[in-house]
């Protein structure tokens, strides 16, 4: 062995010495808390959908408070946005997902609807933002997984129902 290679350590000890300090690094979390799994990006995909769907049955519970003599078919409308939130969670719906809450129940950072001044302004702004939601479903679906994507075509499906519906209803309330 030459006087050189006596002075440096081997190859084989240096790589031990990583290998051994980069398990121990390993076992050193700040906090003692183990690191979160990532979250799926269709999870936060559906969640933020699921939210935007509570918020036109946000729009919904704010007109029949408004206007309780509104036709009872917009209850159902609203009932109906709340199942597709649902669906959108997953099958488990009492199963929190992180920065979700449940379908129906206003999101702490939701700005209230706003209410337009008569029952003809409350629908046509219905029908308007049904119109949208509709719209965007449609791209949304465009960029989603099979399965989500029927679900979204599903929606937008409804979506553009209660705005034909409500549509026919205007002008009449």
């Known amino acids: 062995m030459s006087e050189a290679a006596a002075r440096w350590p081997s190859r084989r000890s240096v790589l031990a010495a990583a290998g051994t300090g980069l398990l121990a690094l390993a076992g050193c979390v700040p906090g003692g808390e183990p690191p979160r799994p990532p979250v799926d990006p269709e999870v936060r995909t559906r969640a933020r959908i699921a939210e935007e769907v509570r918020a036109l049955s946000r729009r919904y519970a704010a007109v029949v408070a408004a206007f309780p003599d509104a036709d009872p078919q917009l209850a159902s409308f ?10 959108l969670l997953g099958p488990s719906p009492g199963a929190a997902t992180p920065g979700t809450s449940s379908p129906g129940a206003p999101s702490p950072s939701a700005p209230e609807p706003e ?3 008569g029952l003809d302004a409350a629908l046509q702004s ?6 949208a939601a509709a719209r965007r479903r449609g791209r949304q679906a465009g960029r989603a997984s099979p399965v989500l994507a029927r679900l979204l075509a ?7 129902a209660h705005a034909a519906l409500l549509s026919g209803a205007v002008g009449t309330a």
């Open 115 to 117: 209410m337009p001044v």
């Open 126 to 131: 219905l029908v308007a933002a049904e119109q």
């Open 154 to 160: 599903s929606i937008a499906g409804s979506e553009a």
């Open 78 to 87: 609203a009932a109906e946005h709340d199942a597709h939130a649902r669906a």
